[in-house]
């Protein structure tokens, strides 16, 4: 590890003030103003002491780790990407936010309150569900310092700079090369990927079983079991959509090695929607005298066809991307704002190198005739 890169130069106030304000909303203000409106609500209507024994204790904790999360987050973010300091600190801050909600359990004193006073919740299942998309923004940490070593190094003037690739010895299948991908991305993308498609779901679910199991109904049973079955489903489609979505991620816009999982990720998402729909058609007759049945299939069709045009959209981005990524000489990633300025940069150059060349070779005409006279 290199120290001179904990050193002030390459500190930036401005991008760390913007960070540790994010940090400060996410862990510290918005969970804190919960806590607050909750401990208000429950003095309003005389609510029982150990909820609010149990809040204060909450607030405590939002504070200690919002703040720490809050340093964390501004030396994170003054620091520049693959930097060993920026590093450092976001691989912290990640490590530190899985510990900041597992304290939040109290030892499983915030379940059995909540079994008292309102259902059976198993909250270190939900926890083991948060786990893992925050596992990987742990190896996000991993990924943005490996994608911005190299151009950290060349910015800092410590390697040269790598030259373009030539677009004429390219093929189509050499898009699949690892060296073009942003571990990053694709971290990113996956995460975002299984919190929408299996956590978020699954979380849903457990909730709507812990309610169902509190009314001491003999007859939700089927629909109890309709609900494994929905779980099962999720992870079953979920688990390979976050897979693909990861090599979606990874790839830039116009490679044929993105275009090809994301229509994949759109043709398994439409099967997801028909399950998660349960096939347009919902019936409950299991309680006496309440009876529904739903028929909303051609909506879902409808939602379906609307989901089904992002192929067309991958498509359009393939052939519209394709050929500048060609000649930015296929870079990683050409989302970022980064890479963009990159990109202009470097077409700036090859203007200014074209331009002068060109008058490299008049003056060179001109000169010729001279040479020949004398």
């Not at 390459?10 to 400060?24: I, K, M, Q, R, W």
């Not at 005389?46 to 609010?52: L, M, N």
């Not at 950290?152 to 010895?169: H, N, S, T």
């Not at 870079?331 to 990159?342: A, T």
């Amino acid at each position: 590890m290199n120290l001179g890169e904990f050193d002030g130069r390459h500190l930036s106030p401005v991008n760390g003030s913007v960070t540790a304000t994010v940090h400060a909303l996410k862990y510290l203000a918005v969970p804190y103003i919960l806590f607050t409106v909750g401990l208000m609500v429950l003095s309003g209507q005389d609510g029982p002491q150990r909820v609010a024994d149990l809040l204060t204790e909450m607030q405590t904790l939002v504070l200690i780790f919002g703040i720490v999360l809050t340093v964390l987050g501004f030396f994170k973010g003054a620091y520049p990407k693959g930097s060993y300091s920026r590093f450092l600190f976001g691989i912290t801050a990640s490590v530190l936010v899985i510990v900041y909600v597992f304290s939040l359990l109290l030892g499983g004193r915030t379940e059995d309150v909540i079994a008292r006073e309102a259902f059976e919740l198993d909250l270190y299942l939900i926890f083991v569900l948060f786990f893992f998309p925050a596992l990987l923004a742990v190896l996000m940490q991993f990924g943005e310092f490996a994608d911005s070593r190299r151009p950290f190094l060349e910015m800092d003037g410590r390697i040269a700079v790598k030259e373009k690739e030539d677009p004429k010895d390219h093929r189509f299948y050499h898009d699949f090369r690892v060296h073009y991908g942003s571990l990053y991305n694709g971290l990113k993308l996956a995460r975002s990927t299984l919190i929408g498609f299996v956590i978020i779901p699954l979380i849903v679910i457990i909730l709507m079983k812990a309610g169902f199991s509190s009314l001491n109904v003999e007859e939700v049973d089927s629909m109890m079991s309709n609900l494994d079955d929905i779980s099962s489903y999720m992870v079953t489609l979920g688990v390979p959509m976050a897979a693909l979505a990861f090599f979606k991620g990874f790839y830039p816009k116009g490679s044929f090695s993105r275009f090809v999982p994301a229509i994949a990720m759109v043709l398994i998402t439409l099967y997801w929607i028909w399950v998660i729909g349960l096939e347009g058609k919902f019936v409950f007759d299991s309680i006496e005298e309440i009876s529904i049945n739903l028929d909303y299939s051609q909506l879902l069709l409808l939602v379906m066809v609307g989901t089904a045009l992002w192929i067309v959209y991958y498509v359009l981005e393939l052939l519209l991307y394709r050929p500048e990524w060609k000649d930015a000489g296929f870079p990683k990633d050409m989302r970022s704002k980064e890479s963009r300025k990159q990109r202009k940069l470097r077409k700036a150059e090859a203007i200014l190198a074209a331009e002068r060349k060109k008058a490299g070779e008049e003056k060179g005409a001109g000169e010729a005739p001279q040479n020949t006279k004398e």
